[in-house]
């Protein structure tokens, strides 16, 4: 028989010993209890029997009692054999006598275990054996207390609902579940194995037999068992294995323990096994729960261990699972055990899971996982907020009473007990909330606190406080439209029937003022937020709260006039612009103006009506004395802001309807009735895209002026606009393929350069007199005989440079007409006026009188007549030495034509001949004096030409290098009088080309060099 043994080489030692072919040559499926007893019954060996009972492990538990049964008697005699030789050792002479209790004889028992090794090796398969018993009746009783077993149930299809076999179809009722762990894995796993399975399979009552049965065991191990039982389970469920304290040691309590034999066996005291290891034939008998991997605490934790132990145990639940009422569950369990610590986290939690399950959900139940962590790091006022978050306003006031309430009343008590009472606490926490929650959470708040209700019942129950919190809330928000919330807020407040003294009333506005300035944004300050306005009423008497409660109402009543018309402000406003005109008088324009451009408002008499009552309601004082929103403005501005938002609608039917109105509504003196219509047709002018007065906004701005009465002031507005919807139609540009804006012809300072952009870009418009004239008396020059006078020269001007010469010469001569009339006008001729006439008359006449294709002698010199006569002194030689060049050639002309008459009347000459040689004669001498004709303006420069040309007309005669001319001239005139004629022709050809090249520079505006 070999020296070692295992425990788990118990077929190894079956197949060195003599066996049964009967016994091996069954399978374990075969085994039951009568072929065990056939089997082994009838074998000797009792060391081959028990180890053949301890080979065999089972999952069938009746034929695994029997195997462990055999094995025990088999045991036994050695056991006997065993004891005795211990006893004697120890000088016992009754070895029948002798107990486990009995001290073990060490050295006796060696010898008795190397005499006989068969008997050591029978003594550990009993300790296996007994061990494997008593787990085998605790498996037994564990599967009798096994749960029912949970199926899941499947879904049928809509279709099969009425299913007449879905009933047999459940599952029993009254079946158990199979346990998790095999008996045979039961019998040889760690015992702390087979509890931590049991507990995450939440076999409570399995693992409360395990806990009884092998408490010596597992009781080291009870912290690895709990933490096995999955955390969203209810602590209910497992309550008798969470540790508790014992108040007499102030330490942990053990297990309550019940094993299945009240005294271990002899083979499995201490000192037998410690023999057993020491006999030298290595046995290895190993611990029932021996496992390296699970940590073990064999003594019993203190109170503060306990405590924290809780702790980490409640924090694992929350975070893995977020399920607070476990968690509390635990607190709860865990105070009556007498574990202390946890008071504060179980009030916390307390008030988590109200937040968690009590308070508002979302309507998609999907909202932000809980932990304590993020609790404890939340302010009261972040709690509220959390609380109430899904409230709506009708659930508010009863979710505020049943939720945060009692977290008030927490922390006021946590204070109390901290020693730093603070009596405030509820009511600043509360306050704090409704100050930065929307007007309709508030309104539900303030409605929860109506004066008439019992003091009890109400939220706020100061009725000061409320006063302040509704003023700080309503001047404190930014909303434009929550007026009916607003005056649900207002209705709330308490009315105090206070009499008040003059000072008192001066003390309240004064602070309204005061309150005004606090409320308008800085570099420091932005924004006055509510909290901001709190502080500010926190120190107000009642009298002064009274009188701001009448001033809000004043307020509230302008907001919603001014809402209604499309022009909203925010209650602060009213503050802010109660001392300032200008920002009143702002705010009345854009009301006549942006409610009269709705498209759904103001279509007809009766809202025009309805807007003017409004504007001059805000203009007035209520039955409290207060002005409303426009106090500072008199009515007679109201009027004229009213009817300038009329009338730049185009409303114009609707505002000659309320000027002549039997209810003289719009009553204006007939002076600002024409300021105000000329103001608006210069708007609508201004921002009109096109001249043409037939569509658009300059048709508004024609009409608007037939609004008032006819006026001089009217008139010429009107022929204004005429005149810009002409110049439209002359396609006049201001850039290239820019036509030019009505803008741009009103901000031009010089109206007489309009004229010249249209005839620099109209090759005809120099042909029609009377129409340009009349566009430069609607442009306002009317009864200007200077502008027309310059308008006579750019149209001679226009025409020489189409050589239409005898329209140059009408022209010139209705101009000289002008100014002779001018002149005869004014007794002084040196007034300025009279003087630019002149220059601009004589230039003219100076340039078409010089003009060399001009074929009229006496045309020409009537014009250089009239030159003469309107120059200044410095400028009659120039004049002259054209007269006299004019005036030689037209001597020379009639010289030649009576000495060719004396020729054909004395028969010299042919008639034909001597006619054709003057006509050659006097062609070659023109053609000394020719200069080609000026381009007319029709180049893509000839609007810029033609302003300069205008520019030209204006100054005075623009001879360059006038002196050295001069000299030129003083030489023509002795060279004329030597007689040397020939030179004389070239000299005046190259001095009229120079002379002419200067002039038509005159026109052009070419710059003097």
């Given amino acids: 028989m070999p020296n070692h043994l295992t425990l788990d080489t118990f077929s190894k030692l079956l197949d060195e010993m003599p066996s049964s072919n009967e016994w091996t040559s069954l399978s374990d499926s075969e085994l039951t209890a009568q072929s065990v007893h056939k089997a082994l019954d009838s074998i000797k060996d009792d060391l081959w029997v028990a180890a053949a009972c301890a080979d065999r492990i089972l999952d069938d538990a009746v034929v695994q009692r029997v195997l462990l049964d055999i094995g025990l008697e088999r045991t036994t005699v050695a056991l006997r054999r065993c004891q005795a030789a211990a006893a004697v050792d120890d000088d016992s002479e009754d070895t029948t006598s002798a107990t486990p209790e009995t001290s073990v004889g060490r050295d006796a028992l060696i010898s008795h275990f190397n005499h006989l090794p068969a008997d050591a090796r029978l003594c550990a398969i009993r300790v296996v054996i007994l061990d494997r018993m008593d787990r085998l009746n605790t498996y037994v009783e564990m599967c009798k207390l096994a749960p029912a077993e949970s199926e899941e149930v499947v879904n049928t299809p809509d279709e099969w609902e009425d299913d007449p076999w879905a009933e047999s179809a459940q599952p029993d009722a009254h079946k158990t579940a199979d346990p998790p762990v095999a008996l045979s894995a039961f019998l040889t796993d760690p015992l702390v194995r087979s509890a931590c399975l049991f507990a995450s399979h939440q076999w409570f009552s399995a693992l409360g037999i395990m806990s009884e049965r092998h408490a010596a065991h597992l009781w080291p191990y009870r912290v690895s068992v709990l933490d096995s039982i999955p955390e969203h389970v209810h602590p209910l469920s497992y309550r008798e294995f969470l540790p508790a304290l014992d108040a007499s040691t102030n330490l942990e309590k053990r297990t309550r323990a019940i094993p299945w034999r009240p005294a271990a066996d002899w083979c499995e005291t201490p000192d037998v096994l410690a023999t057993l290891n020491a006999s030298g034939l290595n046995l290895d008998i190993p611990p029932p729960i021996s496992d390296p991997t699970i940590q073990s605490r064999d003594e019993p934790s203190s109170a503060e261990e306990?405590?924290?132990?809780?702790?980490?145990?409640?924090?694992?639940?929350?975070?893995?699972?977020?399920?607070?009422?476990?968690?509390?569950?635990?607190?709860?369990?865990?105070?009556?055990?007498?574990?202390?610590?946890?008071?504060?986290?179980?009030?916390?939690?307390?008030?988590?899971?109200?937040?968690?399950?009590?308070?508002?959900?979302?309507?998609?139940?999907?909202?932000?996982?809980?932990?304590?962590?993020?609790?404890?790091?939340?302010?009261?006022?972040?709690?509220?907020?959390?609380?109430?978050?899904?409230?709506?306003?009708?659930?508010?006031?009863?979710?505020?009473?049943?939720?945060?309430?009692?977290?008030?009343?927490?922390?006021?008590?946590?204070?109390?007990?901290?020693?730093?009472?603070?009596?405030?606490?509820?009511?600043?926490?509360?306050?704090?909330?409704?100050?930065?929650?929307?007007?309709?959470?508030?309104?539900?708040?303030?409605?929860?606190?109506k004066p008439i209700l019992p003091t009890a019942q109400r939220i706020i129950q100061n009725d000061e406080d409320m006063a302040r919190l509704a003023l700080a809330c309503l001047y404190g928000s930014n909303s434009l439209d929550e007026w009916p919330t607003m005056n649900r807020i207002f209705e709330c407040l308490p009315a105090w029937d206070i009499t008040r003294d003059d000072d008192q009333e001066d003390a309240a506005d004064t602070t309204i003022v005061s309150l005004g300035a606090f409320v308008t944004p800085s570099t420091t300050r932005p924004r006055c937020t509510a909290s901001d306005l709190l502080i500010f009423f926190q120190p107000l008497p009642l009298s002064s709260l009274s009188r701001a409660l009448d001033i809000l109402d004043v307020h509230l009543e302008s907001g919603e006039i001014l809402s209604r018309w499309s022009v909203p402000a925010p209650l602060r406003w009213f503050l802010q612009s109660n001392s300032d005109v200008p920002e009143q008088r702002s705010w009345a324009n854009r009301m006549a103006r942006r409610a009269g451009g709705s498209e759904d408002k103001l279509n007809n008499l009766d809202d025009w009506e309805w807007l003017l009552e409004d504007m001059l309601k805000l203009t007035g004082k209520g039955d409290s004395g207060l002005r409303g929103a426009f106090g500072l403005l008199s009515q007679d501005e109201v009027l004229r802001i009213f009817l300038s938002g009329l009338l730049s609608t185009g409303n114009f039917s609707i505002a000659k309807t309320l000027l002549t109105s039997s209810k003289n509504k719009l009553s204006l003196s007939s002076e600002s009735l024409e300021d105000i219509c000329l103001s608006c047709s210069r708007e609508l002018y201004d921002n009109a895209s096109s001249g043409n007065y037939t569509f658009g906004e300059m048709k508004l701005?024609?009409?608007?002026?037939?609004?008032?009465?006819?006026?001089?002031?009217?008139?010429?507005?009107?022929?204004?606009?005429?005149?810009?919807?002409?110049?439209?139609?002359?396609?006049?540009?201001?850039?290239?393929?820019?036509?030019?804006?009505?803008?741009?012809?009103?901000l031009t300072k010089d109206r007489l350069s309009l004229v010249s952009r249209v005839l620099s870009s109209n090759n005809d418009a120099y042909k029609h007199t009377e129409v340009i004239l009349d566009l430069v008396h609607k442009l306002g020059l009317r009864n200007n005989v200077v502008a027309e006078v310059k308008?006579?020269?750019?149209?001679?001007?226009?025409?020489?440079?189409?050589?239409?010469?005898?329209?140059?010469?009408?022209?010139?001569?209705?101009?000289?007409?002008?100014?002779?009339?001018?002149?005869?006008?004014?007794?002084?001729?040196?007034?300025?006026?009279?003087?630019?006439?002149?220059?601009?008359?004589?230039?003219?006449?100076?340039?078409?009188?010089?003009?060399?294709?001009?074929?009229?002698?006496?045309?020409?010199?009537?014009?250089?007549?009239?030159?003469?006569?309107?120059?200044p002194p410095e400028k009659l030689h120039d004049v002259l030495v054209a007269w006299r060049r004019l005036e030689n050639e037209d001597i020379e002309a009639r010289e030649e034509r009576l000495a060719y008459r004396r020729d054909v009347k004395s028969g010299l000459r042919k008639p034909s001949g001597a006619a054709q040689n003057a006509a050659v004669s006097l062609r070659a001498r023109l053609q000394d004096f020719h200069m080609p004709s000026p381009p007319l303006l029709s180049t893509p420069d000839a609007a810029a030409l033609a302003s300069r040309t205008f520019r030209s007309v204006a100054a005075s005669f623009p001879f360059s290098v006038a002196r050295g001319r001069s000299q030129a001239s003083h030489q023509e005139l002795e060279r004329s009088r030597s007689g040397s004629r020939r030179r004389e022709g070239e000299e005046i050809s190259t001095q009229a080309t120079r002379v002419l090249s200067k002039g038509i520079g005159w026109l052009i505006g070419a710059d003097d060099e």
């Avoid at 179980?346 to 309507?363: C, K, M, T």
Wanted: with cysteine; hydrophobic share 40%.
């Fill in 791 to 871: 308008t006579l020269a750019m149209l001679a001007d226009t025409a020489l440079q189409a050589e239409d010469f005898q329209r140059a010469y009408d022209t010139s001569e209705r101009m000289v007409e002008n100014v002779l009339a001018l002149r005869s006008s004014y007794p002084d001729l040196d007034t300025p006026e009279i003087q630019e006439a002149d220059e601009v008359c004589w230039v003219a006449c100076f340039q078409l009188g010089r003009q060399p294709e001009f074929e009229d002698v006496e045309k020409k010199l009537s014009l250089l007549g009239r030159a003469l006569e309107l120059c």
């Fill in 701 to 746: 701005a024609y009409e608007c002026l037939d609004v008032p009465p006819p006026s001089d002031r009217l008139l010429k507005e009107k022929e204004f606009i005429e005149a810009t919807s002409r110049l439209s139609s002359f396609n006049v540009m201001s850039g290239p393929g820019i036509a030019i804006s009505p803008i741009e012809i009103r």
């Fill in 306 to 449: 306990l405590s924290e132990w809780y702790k980490r145990h409640i924090q694992r639940i929350i975070s893995s699972t977020g399920m607070i009422d476990v968690a509390l569950a635990v607190v709860q369990h865990a105070a009556p055990q007498g574990v202390a610590g946890l008071d504060e986290m179980g009030e916390e939690l307390s008030l988590l899971a109200r937040l968690v399950y009590d308070a508002p959900q979302s309507e998609d139940g999907i909202d932000d996982d809980w932990t304590l962590d993020r609790w404890y790091a939340m302010d009261p006022v972040t709690v509220v907020r959390a609380y109430l978050a899904h409230s709506t306003p009708e659930t508010l006031a009863k979710d505020i009473w049943r939720l945060v309430m009692p977290y008030l009343f927490v922390l006021e008590s946590r204070a109390e007990r901290a020693g730093t009472p603070d009596p405030t606490i509820r009511t600043r926490i509360l306050y704090e909330y409704i100050l930065n929650v929307p007007l309709e959470t508030a309104a539900a708040v303030f409605e929860a606190s």
